[in-house]
């Protein structure tokens, strides 16, 4: 069984610094994907960054970065430049190519962006 | 640019009324998916949907929930009789299942309470 988990419950950051959300996950499939979302106070889920099992090389989208260690399944998102409408719930989610790919999610980190 | 659209936004039941959810997922997508957020909690999936048929679903998903797509563009979650604690977010998602992008897409989910 796949799971994913986000061990800060809450994080915060000062407006216009870095912040590293941090996920962990478990599965035994060679072929996965994973994914941050942002969930914004309309409960919205907007996805933030993808990134591939099979691709060594960082996803990245503007201020969005990834720090993905395959081998010690760690999936981190790095948020550059925080913003205050960064401020948001963070999922984390995977899944595999196999079955019908079904998201699991983390139980989510919140993040605070103090002006 | 495309979307996922779900109808309505909010819904307020009596407990042990019927609901129906409503999705209209990305046109050119075939793979559909119901996911389940109760407030404060992480999202869970519900079941997935292909061919016309139910791919795979949960332990969540009993014998009080069902899904159908009955005319080729409308995908729907029916609750049969509502518990307490059907409240939640409900978010349809679609993917295209066709060797393209394997992200799934989210629409902006309806608030369910159950009184």
């Known amino acids: 069984a796949q799971t994913v988990t986000q061990s800060q419950p809450e994080m915060s950051v000062q407006e216009a610094e870095t912040v590293t959300l941090s996920c962990t996950y478990d599965?035994?499939?060679?072929?996965?994907?994973l994914f941050w979302y942002k969930q914004p106070p309309s409960r919205q889920m907007i996805l933030v960054i993808r990134q591939e099992a099979y691709k060594q090389q960082n996803a990245t989208e503007n201020r969005f970065s990834v720090n993905f260690q395959k081998a010690a399944k760690s999936f981190s998102l790095k948020i550059s430049d925080s913003q205050l409408g960064d401020a948001a719930m963070y999922f984390c989610?995977?899944?595999?190519?196999?079955?019908?790919?079904?998201?699991?999610f983390g139980t989510g980190t919140r993040l605070k962006v103090l002006a | 640019e495309p979307e996922v659209t779900q109808t309505p936004s909010h819904q307020v039941t009596q407990m042990g009324q019927e609901v129906i959810l409503r999705c209209v997922p990305i046109s050119n997508h075939l793979y559909f998916y119901w996911y389940r957020q109760i407030l404060g909690q992480k999202v869970e999936f519900l079941v997935s949907f292909y061919n016309n048929e139910i791919s795979e679903k949960s332990e969540i998903f009993d014998d009080q929930f069902s899904v159908e797509r009955p005319d080729g563009s409308n995908f729907t979650l029916k609750i049969r009789s509502t518990k307490l604690e059907d409240s939640a977010m409900y978010f349809c998602?679609?993917?295209?299942?066709?060797?393209?992008?394997?992200?799934?897409?989210f629409g902006p989910g309806t608030r369910l309470l159950v009184l």
């Open positions: 599965t035994s499939e060679s072929d996965y994907y």
């Open positions: 998602a679609s993917r295209v299942g066709t060797g393209g992008p394997e992200t799934q897409y």
């Open positions: 989610a995977c899944f595999t190519t196999s079955g019908t790919y079904k998201y699991i």
